[in-house]
């Protein structure tokens, strides 16, 4: 079965660092673009970075562009965000999804992505 597990999720303090891990099975990552949406309570999903199927571009939300990067490890079959200068508006429920349109381009709709997984908790305190 196509699995996307999200991990590494937790508690930090604002201005703080944050890993988080993305780990997949059941389908060839490096045919997929990966992107990470979060949700917070009470708010759409929303789209914060996205990785091209050969690590050749990426793309951000505006919200994040500086603060956060994505990357990915194809013989592991993971993809990872790092966040830095965390915020408190960052706290979400944090989702990988895999695209087969390979551009790596951050598409807003949660109905572009064939496979989701579920999510991690990031919780930002001030």
């Known amino acids: 079965d196509v699995q996307l597990q999200a991990s590494g999720g937790g508690l930090v303090h604002s201005g703080g660092s944050l890993r988080i891990s993305c780990a997949t099975s059941?389908?060839?990552?490096?045919?997929?673009?990966i992107a990470w949406f979060r949700q917070a309570p009470g708010n759409e999903r929303e789209g914060v970075a996205c990785?091209?199927?050969?690590?050749?571009?990426?793309d951000y939300a505006d919200s994040v562009k500086g603060r956060f990067t994505i990357s990915r490890d194809n013989a592991k079959n993971t993809v990872y965000l790092y966040m830095n200068g965390l915020k408190p508006q960052d706290t979400a429920v944090y989702y990988c999804?895999?695209?087969?349109?390979?551009?790596?381009?951050?598409?807003?709709?949660?109905?572009?992505?064939?496979?989701w997984g579920q999510g991690t908790q990031v919780t930002v305190s001030s």
């Open positions: 059941g389908f060839t990552l490096g045919d997929y673009a």
């Open positions: 990785i091209s199927s050969a690590d050749g571009s990426r």
């Open positions: 999804a895999a695209d087969g349109n390979k551009a790596g381009i951050l598409r807003k709709t949660t109905g572009a992505y064939d496979f």
